[in-house]
């Protein structure tokens, strides 16, 4: 078994963006050389996070609306008084910062309506994705 590790760098001009990464991830398991085994896909960020879902217009603006209605930007929130991104940390935390996946065929494993996607939620930021590749 090996264990390779790939980044992904995002250039996020937007506050809050959703973006389908599923074609970095096979592109990385294209140029791993490894057939077989589990890709992990984490967010180095507190402010930011990796989920798994459909890639359909009307979801992601339901996803958007979600996170905003379940967390709101104007809380009364402590961690405002010294950063004033509280709403992010938030949302990362109920959303979770990383995904692991199978892989066969150097191509991930997912469902047919599986995308994976990074969610920036306190850009404009640049943000670094580390892509753990574990096979043969
Ligand atoms: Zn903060």
Request: no cysteine; charged share 20%; hydrophobic share 40%.
């Amino acid at each position: 078994m090996q264990i390779l590790t790939e980044y992904l760098e995002l250039k996020i001009i937007d506050r809050i963006k959703i973006i389908d990464i599923t074609q970095n991830i096979n592109a990385a398991l294209a140029e791993s050389g490894l057939r077989m085994g589990i890709v992990n896909i984490y967010s180095k960020h507190s402010t930011s996070a990796v989920f798994i879902n459909e890639n359909e217009s009307g979801l992601l603006d339901d996803y958007l609306n979600l996170i905003q209605s379940l967390v709101p930007s104007n809380g009364n929130y402590k961690h405002d008084r010294i950063d004033n991104n509280a709403d992010s940390h938030l949302r990362s935390f109920i959303i979770g910062n990383n995904e692991t996946i199978p892989f066969q065929n150097a191509k991930m494993s997912l469902g047919t309506w599986q995308s994976v996607f990074f969610l920036e939620m306190d850009g404009p930021r640049n943000r670094k994705v580390t892509i753990t590749i574990m096979g043969d």
